[in-house]
């Protein structure tokens, strides 16, 4: 167990970061009153989870290794940080959603059904605790093992001053998928403003032609008319506008938020892409549609899918 000291010490003090962070979420009223900004901004964690694994295998490097440590090495120091994190994740998961916020699943199933992200079964089916343990536990080992690679490269020995700055870059990038300027393909502000049906849903009766509508994030669906503040409702009457390519009812949810990049849509000076899951059925593999709500264009039906009649 002393081999393995400093690894278990950082995921104590991971798992009491996550504890505190819980606790200034809650606070903040993004698990009640400002739920709707929940998806977006738990992911800041993800900074103090990076900056966490980076002091852990720094400290592994200069008080176990000597200062002298090989990428295998801090690799393996990492992973062995993340299988203890992901051990103690139950613990987190009960303390969080027994005593910091007991409400939390019922708020998030009330919100995901009033906004029509998920249907009541489906956010039953993911917002409960038995859900969030098997989440928390292998979301653990997937993002440690990702991070403990990039940072024990960063980490390993020679050239530590220019790895570092990489290290802050790339980590910046990984983060937030984002870029300094946009890199979207398909913005066009004087698309016209679609009519609304009877239904309150977008008519749209052409066809994209491109493979990328949708699917790709620099070929998002844009759906912005007015104002961002119709975000979820846009998005709403797009999706509710389509079917399947037989004309199936879709079934959808929200499941990420995702590619910040610049835009002076939005007072926070900054657009973000909201990531769609999509099925239908009878199919096997859901598809995911990218959505913008910050940037106008053309509305089509991307390929593979058919208007809801």
């Known amino acids: 167990m002393k081999k393995f000291a400093i690894e278990i010490k950082w995921a104590i003090n991971f798992s009491i970061a996550t504890l505190i962070w819980m606790i200034l979420e809650h606070s903040l009223g993004w698990h009640d009153q400002n739920i709707a900004k929940y998806a977006l901004y738990t992911n800041i964690f993800a900074f103090v989870a990076i900056a966490i694994y980076f002091m852990a295998i720094n400290d592994k490097k200069k008080n176990f290794f ?31 959603f027994e005593y910091i916020t007991p409400n939390f ?14 249907t009541q079964t489906q956010a039953d089916d993911y917002f409960n605790i038995n859900s969030y343990l098997l989440q928390g536990f292998f979301g653990s080992l997937s993002m440690g093992v990702v991070t403990s690679a990039i940072v024990a490269f960063f980490l390993k020995s020679k050239n530590m001053k220019t790895k570092l700055m ?56 844009n759906v912005y008319y007015k104002s961002a503040k119709y975000d979820s409702i846009n998005q709403l009457r797009y999706l509710n506008a389509l079917a399947g390519p037989k004309g199936e009812t879709l079934s959808y949810k929200k499941i990420e938020t995702c590619c910040p990049y610049p835009t002076k849509k939005n007072e926070m000076g900054a657009g973000f892409l909201d990531i769609y899951e999509i099925t239908w059925s009878g199919n096997q593999s859901p598809i995911k549609l990218y959505i913008n709500s910050y940037e106008k264009g053309a509305l089509l039906i991307p390929i593979g899918l058919t208007a809801k009649k």
């Open 66 to 96: 000597m200062g002298n440590m090989t990428f295998r090495q801090g690799f393996v120091s990492g992973v062995i940080l993340s299988i203890i994190i992901a051990l103690l994740s139950p613990i987190v998961n009960f303390i969080t």
């Open 105 to 118: 699943f019922e708020n998030m199933i009330n919100y995901a059904v009033a906004n029509k992200i998920q």
């Open 166 to 221: 990489l290290f802050a870059v790339i980590s910046l990038f990984v983060l937030s998928c984002g870029s300094t300027k946009s890199t979207l393909k398909n913005v066009d502000d004087n698309a016209p403003i679609p009519k609304l049906s009877s239904q309150n849903t977008f008519v749209i009766t052409e066809y994209s032609k491109d493979k990328k509508y949708g699917y790709d994030a620099d070929y998002p669906v």
